[in-house]
Nanobody, 122 residues
């Protein structure tokens, strides 16, 4: 069984910063892409950023230059540093990871965290 546990959400004023963390645990042989998605009230879930196992990154246009995604492969953990936060960044942020649980099977599965609330408001 694989679990993704997120932390670091909260309430912050516009212009402030937050750092989200997501740690994968359980039956893990290899982790491929890790990323963050978000869902605001009344809106569809959208991709925020992702990072590959070799460190290549990709960002949504709305967060480029403000958010930075990184990962610690030894800890199976992905981070999202969010700076210059805006009210429109308010959403539940979900961690996602493509994980190969077992060495004997080459199949990767997509796992999701439970979500962490980020609220940007004065």
């Amino acid at each position: 069984q694989v679990q993704l546990v997120e932390s670091g959400g909260g309430l912050v004023q516009p212009g402030g910063s937050l750092r989200l963390s997501c740690a994968a645990s359980g039956s893990i042989f290899r982790v491929n892409v890790m990323g963050w998605h978000r869902q605001a009230p009344g809106k569809e879930r959208e991709l925020v950023a992702f990072i590959t196992s070799d460190g290549s990154t990709n960002y949504a246009d709305s967060v480029k230059g403000r958010f930075t995604i990184s990962r610690d492969n030894a800890k199976n953990t992905v981070y999202l540093q969010m700076n210059s936060l805006k009210p429109e960044d308010t959403a539940v942020y979900y961690c996602n990871a493509h994980i190969r649980p077992w060495a004997y099977s080459g199949t990767y599965y997509s796992y999701w965290g439970q979500g962490t609330q980020v609220t940007v408001s004065s």
